[in-house]
């Protein structure tokens, strides 16, 4: 009788694990995508904001007799702060990343480069935000990297995700904090950048001759098409960082609860799809 529940044991362990594996890919691939999709969204706007900033700067520096560069460097998004925002967006794709590469039998290898990235971003976070990130954060991953090989069972990846999931909750919260600090900055300074865009190349150089005037017409329209797609973008960005965390935990919870099931995360997934497209838009101008 003893062997036989012996035996009942190990196969419900095998099909336990066997759909924990099976099942579990909608919410990873959900919780990475997404991250995927939010960093590209929100570098590119980034980006951008800079480069307009800076072209702006250098339309007014052709009245000067002299120049040096920070007459042309922005004045709305710094490049002081510029490492601290590229590793805060990183941490996000390379942590979903190592998440996925830990509990997806067929991405193991990718754990110790995944792993070595994130936690390379989240020194570097610290050196420029010191205690936004604990050291025991770095710990689990360290741990992680080191020993996870491809013949480390299922339940005992389990057990190192939790705690990887559970540090980076902290993370998470603080770093979506962060980011959304700086998207309400942008939601704030920005408009005025294109206002100051259209008057000095459209409204400054409006041609006194009719057929010279509809270039400079068609490239008001462009800045507007900006101003009014930068709306809706800050707008899903701020929304995003607020259920960002939530949704974290969800899946965390779930994992906990369920023994290794991850659930879907339909509505991160569709805010993220929503927000790179806006992002698309917005870069084309249209």
């Known amino acids: 009788m003893r062997k036989y529940n012996s ?11 066997g759909c924990s594996t099976k099942y579990m890919g909608a919410g990873l691939n959900d919780f990475h995508k997404s991250s995927e999709l939010i960093a590209e969204s929100l570098a590119g706007v980034i980006t951008e904001i800079i480069d307009q900033d800076m072209e702006l700067r250098a339309e007014r ?6 120049i040096t560069a920070s007459d042309l460097e922005p004045v709305i998004l710094t490049f002081n702060n510029l490492r601290l925002r590229k590793e805060l967006v990183n941490c996000l794709v390379e942590y979903s990343g190592l998440l996925n590469a830990l ?13 070595e990235d994130l936690r ?3 020194n570097n976070i610290n050196t420029s935000d010191p205690g936004l990130v604990s050291k025991e954060a770095g710990g689990i991953i360290s741990t992680i990297i080191t020993m996870v090989p491809e013949g480390v069972t299922f339940l005992k990846k389990r057990k190192f995700a939790l705690k990887l999931m559970s540090e980076m909750q902290k993370v998470i919260d603080k770093v979506s904090i962060k980011l959304k600090e700086e998207v309400n900055s942008l939601k704030l300074l920005a408009p005025n950048l294109y206002t100051r865009l259209f008057r000095e190349k459209v409204e400054n150089k409006w041609p006194d001759k009719k057929e010279k005037r509809l270039k400079y017409a068609l490239a008001g329209v462009k800045i507007i098409r900006k101003r009014e ?10 929304k995003i960082m607020d259920i960002f965390p939530a949704e974290h935990k969800r899946l965390m919870d779930s994992f906990r609860k369920s023994g290794g099931t991850l659930i879907g995360l339909n509505e991160l997934l569709n805010y993220s799809l929503r927000l790179k497209n806006n992002y698309d838009l917005f870069s084309k101008g249209e």
């Open 7 to 17: 035996i009942l044991l190990f196969l419900f362990i095998i099909v336990t694990v």
């Open 61 to 66: 520096s052709v009245i000067k007799s002299s």
């Open 103 to 115: 509990l997806d039998k067929d991405h193991i290898t990718f754990v110790r480069e995944y792993g």
């Open 120 to 122: 390379e971003s989240l």
């Open 229 to 238: 797609m930068f709306g809706l973008l800050i707008d899903d960005l701020i």
